[in-house]
């Protein structure tokens, strides 16, 4: 793993911040990084380890992110965090919530925090964005991580630029993870729209 440099650090903080603001704001409690932003490279082989072990299960909503800026961007949170996120969102017990229901809800809370981190790149680099509609799904952390190492592994690239942070809200234990894998670094897609 290789670290990455430059000035993309104060932009994706910029970013995660204004994410962290939005999401706060629908779940109705204070969040914050418990975690600092880190920019780094990784071989695809890397990628199931990225957010601790590999058997964690997770909640995940997936965006395939097309435009100007292409790439992958993936909130996962923990399994029992998902389900208290969703019970407090619903005002619902455990149990009371159909699944579909309880994904759309989680697909709800993705876009929140993926609109918001996209939104601020987009505005800071002038460019557009268009995220698919959220993928959620239930599995293991190092499984989706390696199925999305999988549709990385058509591309001839050795490593791959990574962002990733932790959320966690105040007072609570409900970590969140949101990772952005770039198609390709933001000044070549920069270059490409002029």
């Keep these: 793993m290789a670290p990455i440099c430059g000035g993309m650090t104060a932009v994706m903080n910029e970013a995660l911040d204004h994410a962290a603001h939005v999401l706060s704001a629908f779940l109705g409690t204070r969040l914050r990084w418990t975690a600092g932003v880190r920019i780094s490279s990784h071989r695809l082989a890397e990628l199931p380890a990225l957010c601790g072990p590999e058997d964690t299960p997770v909640a995940a909503a997936f965006f395939e992110v097309r435009g100007d800026l292409t790439g992958y961007l ?70 989706l991580l390696a199925t999305l190492a999988g549709a990385l592994a058509i591309r001839a690239r050795d490593e791959w630029p990574v962002v990733h942070t932790q959320l966690q809200a105040s007072g609570a234990d409900l970590p969140l993870y949101l990772i952005w894998i770039p198609g390709q670094p933001i000044e070549q897609q920069r270059e490409v729209k002029r």
Aim: glycine share 10%; hydrophobic share 50%; aromatic share 4%.
């Design 74 to 143: 993936l909130l996962a949170i923990p399994e029992p965090a998902a389900q208290e996120m969703v019970e407090q969102l619903l005002g619902v017990i455990e149990g009371e919530a159909d699944q579909q229901l309880i994904d759309s809800t989680l697909g709800e809370l993705g876009n929140v925090v993926g609109s918001a981190f996209l939104n601020v790149l987009a505005d800071r680099f002038g460019i557009t964005v268009a995220p698919s509609p959220p993928q959620v799904t239930w599995d293991m952390v190092g499984a």
